[in-house]
């Protein structure tokens, strides 16, 4: 089946430095997603992504889908506090979202 | 995501009873879609439901576990005669249908369920 492969696993920042999440993955997909979940809560979308190449911000989130379509990376500039999360990737077909296993983001103040 | 109600939002049962997950779809959505999420682990597709209609039960187990959406009311996840390796959040996420479906999805809060 497909796999999504997410690194790293955890970080910890300083409140203030930038942050940069990768995905890649063994399938092609035709769209890339970006969701952040907070503890006891579901997963909300930060940015999508429609084509090979695509470069989109979203506030102090940027994105980029993999030329080859199999990769991508989220960057989250001057963190803050409230990024502190688990953010996922996710590899989307026509309607089944493909996860990977998550980034945890701690921001020391 | 607000408008995706899940409840209950946490449920415990004993092993061998039955667990009953609903999900009311944000207003206006016809298409919902469950998804499973162990700990420390990325939510797993399991299930595909428009109006009384399954339209891919791929990613649901074969036995125990079904699914609906009525007509009138929520859709219902339905786990029978539960065993601890069931217990997980299990997210439901509602789209329109219209436009690109899956960015269009949104997910409620989950619903944990704790076998003991």
């Known amino acids: 089946g497909q796999q999504l492969n997410q690194s790293p696993q955890s970080m910890f920042i300083q409140e203030g430095e930038d942050v940069s999440m990768n995905c890649t993955s063994s399938?092609?997909?035709?769209?890339w997603l970006w969701y952040k979940q907070e503890p006891g809560e579901g997963p909300v979308l930060l940015i999508a992504?429609?084509?090979?190449?695509e470069l989109t911000s979203n506030g102090r989130l940027t994105a980029q889908f993999g030329i080859t379509r199999k990769d991508s990376f989220l960057n989250i500039s001057a963190s803050i506090p409230s990024d502190v999360g688990i953010y996922f990737c996710s590899g989307a077909g026509s309607y089944q979202l493909t996860f990977g296993k998550g980034t945890k983001l701690s921001v020391i103040p | 995501n607000a408008g995706v109600m899940q409840n209950p939002r946490h449920l415990v049962r004993r092993r061998g009873q039955e667990a009953r997950l609903r999900c009311s779809p944000m207003k206006g959505h016809s298409h919902v879609y469950w998804y499973r999420q162990l700990p420390e682990e990325g939510l797993k597709f399991m299930v595909y439901l428009q109006k009384e209609n399954i339209i891919d039960e791929s990613g649901m187990p074969k036995e125990r576990f079904s699914a609906e959406f009525p007509k009138e009311g929520p859709s219902i996840l339905r786990i029978q005669q539960v065993v601890r390796g069931d217990s997980a959040a299990y997210f439901c996420a509602s789209s329109s249908g219209t436009g690109t479906l899956n960015t269009e999805a949104f997910f409620g809060q989950g619903t944990r369920l704790t076998v003991v």
């Open positions: 399938s092609i997909f035709n769209t």
């Open positions: 992504l429609y084509k090979a190449g």
